[in-house]
């Protein structure tokens, strides 16, 4: 069974910065597309970022410019840079993964707090 494992979540002020990880556990990780969700109190989960297996990534526009997703193949691992974060940015951030065959697996979520 596929695991997703984030860290990296917690308190900043506006404008400053974090930086998720998520560790997979297992799979043919190479092959994964990898993405971030995150759900605010009272909000639909909405995607903010991916990056397929080439490398090719995507963000959501109201992270565009702030975020950055990466990935370490030789590692399982996938990151979420996060600089001039907003108060509205707060929310449980999700790592997702989809393999070749379309399933989808999830982490357990990180709370990402911004406040002063």
């Known amino acids: 069974q596929v695991q997703l494992v984030e860290s990296g979540g917690g308190l900043v002020q506006p404008g400053g910065s974090l930086r998720l990880s998520c560790a997979v556990s297992?799979?043919?990780?190479?092959?994964?597309?990898m993405s971030w969700f995150r759900q605010a109190p009272g909000m639909q989960r909405e995607k903010i970022a991916f990056i397929n297996n080439g490398g090719r990534t995507a963000y959501v526009d109201s992270v565009k410019g702030r975020f950055t997703i990466s990935r370490d193949n030789a590692e399982n691992m996938v990151y979420l840079q996060m600089d001039s974060l907003k108060p509205e940015d707060t929310a449980v951030y999700y790592c997702?993964?989809?393999?070749?065959?379309?399933?989808?697996?999830w982490g357990q979520g990180t709370q990402v707090t911004v406040s002063s």
């Open positions: 997702h993964a989809e393999d070749p065959w379309k399933t989808e697996y």
């Open positions: 297992e799979g043919i990780f190479n092959l994964y597309a």
